[in-house]
């Protein structure tokens, strides 16, 4: 079976950019959740979905927003980059949510 | 505010010695689940608890779930260089939300 992917793994924007980033979950997961990784706040949990519907949301600014697609893909976006978003994305797919996760490689995002 | 905190942060062992790491939330948990990150990969699965005061082994690793399921514990026993990375706890707070513990980071010298 596939691992989760995510696409792409580094990205380099400048500052009032946005960036798209993707996630693919292992097949058959439906249950999609995003995380923000720095080395000072740690694994900060971002959003979850579930049949293309967001089921929950963490502490960040609307700036952060996501959506699902029917096939489980998942999308997030970030608008008007700051210096402060720079992290590693990461998503996790699970069959349902409350089971194990499985997490993709990440995606690195630098803005500079 | 919803804290899952860790302690210790930083972990440097022997090989061959005991490790352990300790995770406090501020509320009840509905499960928690515990993970390992090696250096520049992602977090992988370890291992889910659900009952209050349940205990979980996996060959070396030892979980444990508090009475009152607001803290946890992972122990390590004779600790091997391939045990090297951060272990994070992760709770269930509420519905469709896992905060993630801050962390430890186990180094094992040789």
């Known amino acids: 079976k596939a691992g989760v992917t995510q696409t792409p793994r580094y990205l380099i924007k400048t500052r009032g950019q946005q960036v798209t980033l993707s996630c693919s979950p292992i097949s058959g997961h439906r249950s999609v959740s995003w995380y923000q990784q720095t080395p000072g706040q740690g694994l900060q949990f971002l959003f979850e979905y579930f049949s293309e519907t967001q089921r929950n949301k963490g502490n960040f600014p609307g700036r952060f927003s996501g959506r699902q697609f029917s096939n489980s893909r998942s999308e997030m976006n970030v608008s008007t980059l700051e210096l402060g978003d720079s992290a590693l994305y990461l998503c996790a797919s699970s069959l349902a949510f409350g089971s194990e996760q499985y997490f993709g490689p990440g995606t690195r995002l630098t803005v500079t | 505010g919803q804290q899952v905190m860790q302690i210790p942060q930083y972990q440097h062992v022997q090989e061959g010695e005991d490790f352990t790491t300790y995770c406090n939330s501020s509320?009840?948990?509905?499960?928690i689940q515990w993970y390992k990150q090696r250096p520049g990969g992602h977090p992988v699965f370890l291992i889910q608890l659900v009952k209050s005061g349940e205990v979980k082994k996996q060959k070396r690793l030892t979980f444990q779930f508090g009475e009152a399921k607001k803290n946890s514990s992972l122990h390590i026993t004779a600790t091997q260089t391939t045990d090297v990375g951060t272990y994070f706890c992760a709770g269930l707070w509420g519905t469709y939300k896992y905060i993630f513990g801050t962390g430890t980071r186990l180094k094992v010298l040789a």
């Open positions: 509320t009840t948990l509905s499960n």
